[in-house]
């Protein structure tokens, strides 16, 4: 499977955006997903995951309660709604795919991924 993300752009501290991963002619039910982002100088980082049947997920303290991911199986495309951003949320995010039935924080555990969309919070 391949994957697309999509929805990154400029928007002013307190907005909301919606970023959205494509994957290319598959359904995403054998895939845990995750998202991940890498500001610019910093390691990448975990921000939320989900698990395959999309019943569980997990996110980075940084972002509980402003972010949420979920995911249309059927459709093979997976999201993540961010509200409340602030200039700290500015990075590059990925979406990743990992066939382990363990809802991973870790990037080594995520097999596929795509490329990632720039996301910018101004002040």
């Known amino acids: 499977v391949q994957l697309q993300a999509s929805g990154g752009g400029l928007v002013q501290a307190g907005g909301s955006l919606t970023l959205s991963c494509a994957a290319s002619?598959?359904?995403?039910?054998?895939?845990?997903m995750g998202w991940f982002r890498q500001a610019p100088g910093k390691e990448r980082e975990f921000v939320a995951g989900i698990s395959r049947a999309g019943t569980s997920t997990r996110y980075a303290d940084s972002v509980k309660g402003r972010f949420t991911i979920s995911k249309d199986n059927v459709k093979g495309a997976l999201y993540l709604q961010m509200t409340s951003l602030k200039p700290d949320d500015t990075a590059v995010y990925y979406c990743?795919?990992?066939?382990?039935?363990?809802?991973?924080?870790?990037?080594?555990?995520?097999?596929?991924w795509g490329q990632g969309t720039l996301v910018t919070v101004s002040s």
């Open positions: 002619g598959r359904t995403l039910w054998s895939y845990g």
């Open positions: 990743a795919a990992q066939t382990s039935a363990f809802l991973s924080e870790f990037s080594h555990e995520y097999d596929i």
